[in-house]
């Protein structure tokens, strides 16, 4: 079965500040990866996704993450962050290959940008 | 122009009560999930449907049925309430192109078991 490790659970950072968020996943396999932000009182919002390609994917509002496989790792990355980035950011896997998805996710990071 | 809906949007009930919350997709997708985000926001899959179909039932009490009528609507019904159903309840939705899919969420349910 996969896992997915999200190793901070809480940034604060100030902002224009850099932002890494670091996500591990569990699985042998083809993996489909995704990060999901969730405002504050909001629903999950697709940030970006991998599927194959370019390991370096660039989603929306300014954010990318790059894909390791040797490391197993899917990191968020965004160079200048905004007071408006605060939220909570899920990291999620889904196993490529199989017919019907079932997204792993993380256990979330809050980030909290000060103006 | 939601592409993923459910109702309500928040829900107060008492132990031992039976409710149900609606999910609907105008996407056209083929395969219909629910998850579960606790107290913690730990996000879990409970549920999948495909095309009407019950393809996922992660470990979830037999007092959650989920009821497909039709590819666009997944419904849950929760009978007999507990405490520990408090949580926020939501539905997404996907269409997979290969091996490549991508789920849509809804609002999300949130509900409260007194």
């Known amino acids: 079965a996969q896992s997915v490790s999200q190793h901070n659970h809480h940034v604060i950072l100030s902002e224009a500040a850099s932002l890494e968020l670091g996500c591990n996943y569990s699985?042998?396999?083809?993996?489909?990866l995704f990060w999901y932000v969730q405002y504050p009182g909001q629903h999950l919002q697709l940030l970006l996704k991998?599927?194959?390609?370019?390991?370096l994917v660039k989603g929306i509002k300014g954010f990318e993450a790059e894909f390791i496989k040797s490391k197993f790792s899917f990191n968020l990355r965004k160079p200048s962050v905004q007071w408006s980035d605060t939220a909570e950011y899920f990291c999620a896997v889904s196993a490529g290959g199989t017919s019907y998805g079932k997204l792993t996710f993380g256990q979330g990071t809050i980030l909290t940008v000060h103006p | 122009d939601t592409a993923v809906s459910q109702t309500p949007k928040y829900l107060v009930t008492q132990m031992g009560n039976d409710k149900s919350i609606k999910c609907e997709q105008n996407l056209g997708h083929d395969t219909m999930y629910w998850y579960k985000q606790d107290s913690k926001k730990f996000l879990k899959i409970m549920f999948s449907y495909n095309n009407k179909e019950l393809i996922i039932n992660e470990t979830v009490p037999n007092r959650f049925s989920p009821k497909s009528p039709d590819k666009a609507h997944l419904n849950l019904h929760i009978n007999s309430l507990e405490l520990g159903d408090s949580a926020v309840y939501f539905c997404a939705s996907s269409q997979f192109i290969g091996t490549q899919e991508t789920q849509y969420f809804g609002p999300g349910t949130r509900l409260l078991v007194l």
């Open positions: 991998y599927f194959s390609g370019d390991p």
């Open positions: 699985y042998g396999g083809t993996v489909n």
